[in-house]
């Protein structure tokens, strides 16, 4: 898949796909200001100096489509966090410029993501303190969670089997999510089949050091949402046969099913509750 054209506006404050750079125009969307001023009454997510929402806008056709913001501004970026973005600590970089970044990336390698849009940053102090990316909305998507809780047995071995291939996929293109729960796979309804989205990308990163260290927090994330989900632990474990595939052993599944369980009730006692809704 080849990289979209982007264009800039708004002297470089503003990264868009060119395709979409009329419809940004069309909606009075070109420069970064008006962006992050637009609004909206359907909040996804809201915190302190983050907020993700929905937007229905003008179409060149004369119809409307929706799309989804992510917005940062500077209450959300802790002291600690911008002398890490200062140094230029790896992976301290800006979580919308992180996002842009992987969903091109993730998208050149043939993976299902949002459809990227837009971007914008602006600087204060030599860092990124503001903040935005905007894409598509995935038309007729449901959150993996919600999706699981609706399949009988045998249709749950399957979606699982489908997203241990795709986790290995992932996984051997170098990338790991670090919020790799089940509702951050949207999934879209085929007749017979159905695509698995990946999204929240901003923390999406390709380690070079300690990998094994951050599949298992990936993959612990999954089977720790998708038990919340009502999927048993035979669904884990099929999912990691099917993840480990041939090159598999049982010391190897035995190993990387510890260190899941482990991550697990890690997560029982620590995660945040607002890492287990999908911001889109």
């Known amino acids: 898949m ?23 125009r069309a909606n009075g969307l070109d ?7 637009a609004e909206s009454d359907h909040f996804a ?6 907020n993700t ?25 802790s002291s600690w966090d911008f002398f890490l973005r200062a140094i230029r600590w790896p992976n301290a970089d800006d979580e919308s410029g992180r996002e842009w970044r992987g969903l091109h990336a993730l998208r050149a390698q043939g993976f299902n993501t949002a459809t990227p849009i837009a971007a914008g940053q602006k600087k204060s102090g030599g860092v990124v303190t503001r903040s935005f990316v905007m894409t598509e909305e995935i038309r007729g998507g449901t959150p993996g969670d919600s999706y699981c809780r609706g399949l009988d047995t045998a249709e749950r071995r399957q979606f699982f089997a489908e997203l241990a291939v795709l986790a290995r996929r992932f996984h051997d293109a170098g990338f790991a999510h670090r919020d790799f729960y089940l509702c951050h796979f949207f999934v879209v309804p085929r007749e017979r089949s159905r695509e698995i989205f990946l999204i929240d990308l901003q923390r999406v990163f390709q380690p070079r050091l300690f990998r094994e260290r951050w599949l298992v927090k ?5 089977a720790y ?4 989900a009502g999927a048993t632990e035979a669904d884990v474990l ?36 607002h890492r287990l ?4």
């Open 53 to 77: 929402v929905r937007m229905e806008l003008k179409s060149s056709d004369g119809g409307t489509g929706a799309i989804y913001l992510k917005r940062y501004e500077p209450e959300y970026l």
């Open 2 to 24: 080849n990289r979209a054209a982007i264009q800039t506006f708004d002297h470089g404050n503003v990264l868009a796909v060119a395709d979409y750079a009329p419809f940004l």
């Open 218 to 222: 990936d993959l612990g994330s999954l």
């Open 45 to 50: 997510r809201r915190f302190p100096g983050r």
């Open 238 to 273: 099929h999912f990691v046969k099917t993840y480990l595939g041939e090159n598999g052993s049982l010391v190897s599944e035995k190993r990387l099913v510890v260190k899941m369980l482990r991550r697990v009730a890690w997560l029982q006692t620590r995660v945040p509750e």
């Open 31 to 37: 420069t970064f200001e008006k962006i992050m001023a």
């Open 277 to 280: 809704k999908p911001t889109m």
């Open 225 to 228: 949402s998708a038990l919340n």
